[in-house]
């Protein structure tokens, strides 16, 4: 078993290459029908906001930490 921690690797994952490594991806093993719906994928990775004492920012990079696709995308992107 092999294990790697990776500093920071949320906010440093820039989501036009997942959108693009993703849709790669999904036309390997897909029509171009299905792979329309990466669309979904970018609103979600567009709708990264967090809660900090009562302030809601959006960060301009990254994926939040505390999405529950956010793992699956830094597979993708690992």
């Known amino acids: 078993m092999l294990t790697y921690d990776i500093k920071d690797l949320y906010v440093n994952i820039p989501t036009k290459e997942i959108l693009r490594l993703t849709k790669s991806l999904l036309l390997k093993h897909n029509d171009a029908r299905t792979t329309k719906?990466?669309?979904?994928l970018d609103v979600i990775l567009?709708?990264?906001?967090f809660?900090?004492?009562?302030?809601?920012?959006?960060?301009?990079?990254?994926?939040s930490m505390g999405s529950p696709i956010s793992s699956n995308i830094a597979e993708i992107f690992i």
């Open 51 to 63: 809660s900090f004492k009562n302030h809601i920012p959006r960060p301009k990079t990254g994926i």
């Open 37 to 40: 719906q990466i669309t979904l």
């Open 46 to 49: 567009q709708q990264n906001y």
